[in-house]
């Protein structure tokens, strides 16, 4: 066995132990089951918020959200209402766990991590995630990326791939299609499933061919069906005892049986001498309804619309005043399919008018002149700040007492209509840290998780409103987390966190973790005397140090 550590890392991308735990209790998940019983084993904290791009660049650096200044898909520009991907503004390139390991001489292998958004060069390779089309495929929504070339390190490196095992897919091109209604549950689910098990076969092939000591995948399937059948799958799922989950459980059960395969196969690949680790970004739950927060800041005058309050949409056809008044009995008797049987019993033209009822915000729709607070996805309060915004009214002074005024009205509205105190609130500066502080929104909120969603369009006959959306289920603040070695102590663990995976990895290969990181290794999962124990963590590492050090050696000179 060789003294340099090996290392296979796992992404089941918005695992939930709550529907992981049913899939073993079922019989479906030997080899998690295994590595559960044998592993160190708990919830694993996620960012705020828990989404997609902080969590994953907290994962590869170590770092707060407050220290690279991302905390969604998409960032306000400075003195600008406007937003961009947030990649438009900086890339973490180079400061990644795997990047310093790179750097440091080992070899690296980066598979279908999200925020990867366009292939490097490092000491390895890379296949970007789902963001490689960004610009071209997510804004336009249109959420299927169809690039095939420059989404790979080397660049051949794809090419080949689709020689060897069949096409690679970043995206799952009928699970993520937009074009709504054209696919049946069945072909979405198994769309899934063969875009996870070609995505399996690149990585072995790629094992099998390449040297590596550490690689690092995710495998997005589970979070796409979380978000399009969660109610279906789980027992704590709203629709778990209809017919329709009913008629969907062995489809449910053979993808569950073939992600367990994906484990099974890889860590056998690994060997037993590798350090075998799974986690996930986040963890997930059903989605149980929409709050429209713009609505709520019209109504109660924090946030001013051009031409006044009938600008807001609410002018409805009759129609559209019948489905408010189901709305209402469906909120109130919970009975969801009375909505569906009436909507789907309109005349084909009316039903095609009625999401004219809810209008998509603009900035051009708002009079940023009388607004004092605005929102942007997700979960972002921005006060309309003097001297920051372009149109800013509210003064440094302002800024404390309208916080506190923001929370008691909506902890208010949430008690009023759940009967019970389910908001969260997050204050910048008692949430993030560091020199992209100033970007973050001064309020970050959500409703347990995102147990209900945040419905951003204007029109809403009721602020709170029963889900009917084609998103079944969506994030919740704990993912999951095993490790499993002769080194690792086995047993369920408290405390784990994201954030301290990027610290833990670096310590493992005896590298210096970067004085800016945050996170912590996770010390107490090793035995006593383990490799981990005999790293000096006094040292630290600066990518600018290394870069002159690699330009020197370049110029063959001695440093």
């Avoid at 080899?31 to 918020?49: H, M, V, Y």
């Avoid at 609410?314 to 909507?343: F, V």
Wanted: aromatic share 12%; hydrophobic share 35%.
């Amino acid at each position: 066995m060789s003294d340099k550590p090996k290392m296979l890392i796992i992404g089941l991308d918005g695992g939930d132990w709550k529907l992981l735990d049913h899939m073993i209790d079922s019989g479906l998940m030997p080899n998690l089951k295994r590595l559960k019983e044998n592993g160190a084993w708990g919830d694993l904290e996620s960012t705020i918020p828990p989404i997609t791009c902080p969590a994953w660049l907290t994962y590869g650096t170590g770092k707060n959200p407050g220290r690279f200044g991302v905390y969604f898909f998409m960032e306000k520009l400075k003195g600008s209402y406007k937003q961009v991907p947030f990649y438009f503004k900086r890339t973490l390139e180079r400061e990644n766990f795997w990047d310093i390991l790179s750097e440091e001489g080992f070899k690296v292998g980066v598979v279908n991590i999200p925020t990867v958004h366009k292939p490097y060069p490092i000491n390895g390779f890379m296949i970007c995630g789902f963001m490689s089309n960004f610009e071209e495929n997510w804004i336009k929504g249109d959420f299927v990326s169809t690039k095939e070339e420059g989404i790979s390190y080397p660049e051949d490196l794809i090419s080949g791939i689709n020689s060897k095992v069949g096409k690679y897919y970043v995206q799952p091109p009928k699970a993520a299609s937009n074009e709504h209604g054209k696919y049946t549950n069945e072909e979405k689910i198994d769309d899934l499933k063969m875009v996870m098990t070609r995505r399996k076969d690149a990585l072995l092939h790629l094992m099998k061919e390449r040297e590596w000591d550490l690689i690092t995948v995710d495998f997005t399937s589970t979070d796409r069906l979380g978000h399009l059948m969660y109610k279906l799958i789980c027992p704590d799922g709203l629709k778990y005892d209809t017919q329709e989950s009913r008629g969907l459980r062995d489809s449910f059960n053979e993808f569950y049986r073939s992600v367990d395969e994906v484990i099974g196969d890889l860590e056998k690949e690994a060997g037993e001498d590798a350090y075998f680790m799974i986690m996930s970004d986040h963890g997930f739950g059903n989605l149980e309804g929409q709050f429209a927060i713009n609505d709520w800041l019209i109504r109660k005058g924090y946030l001013k619309m051009k031409g006044g309050e009938k600008e807001n949409g609410k002018r409805k056809s009759i129609y559209a005043k019948l489905i408010s008044l189901i709305s209402r009995i469906n909120h109130r008797l919970g009975i969801s399919p009375i909505l569906a049987w009436i909507t789907g019993k309109l005349p084909l033209k009316y039903k095609k008018n009625l999401p004219s009822t809810l209008k998509r915000l603009k900035d051009d729709d708002i009079d940023w002149e009388a607004t004092r607070v605005f929102y942007q996805p997700f979960g972002k309060l921005f006060i309309n700040l003097k001297g920051r915004e372009k149109s800013g009214i509210i003064t440094e002074e302002e800024v404390a007492p309208l916080l506190d005024e923001l929370i008691e009205g909506l902890r208010n509205a949430g008690i009023e209509h759940f009967k019970g105190d389910r908001f969260r609130f997050f204050r910048r500066e008692e949430t993030y840290w560091g020199n992209y502080l100033d970007e973050a929104s001064e309020l970050y909120f959500d409703i347990d998780g995102v147990f209900y969603g945040l419905d951003t369009r204007i029109g809403h006959s009721l602020i709170f409103e029963r889900s009917d959306y084609s998103t079944e289920g969506d994030h919740r603040q704990n993912g999951i987390f095993i490790a499993k070695h002769n080194d690792i102590r086995p047993g369920n663990y408290d405390g784990l966190k994201i954030i301290d995976i990027a610290p833990t990895v670096l310590n493992l290969f005896g590298v210096a973790t970067p004085s800016e990181v945050d996170g912590k290794p996770m010390l107490n999962i090793f035995k006593k005397g383990g490799k981990i124990h005999n790293v000096d963590l006094k040292r630290t590492y600066s990518p600018e140090k290394k870069k002159i050090k690699s330009t020197l050696k370049g110029l063959k000179l001695k440093i």
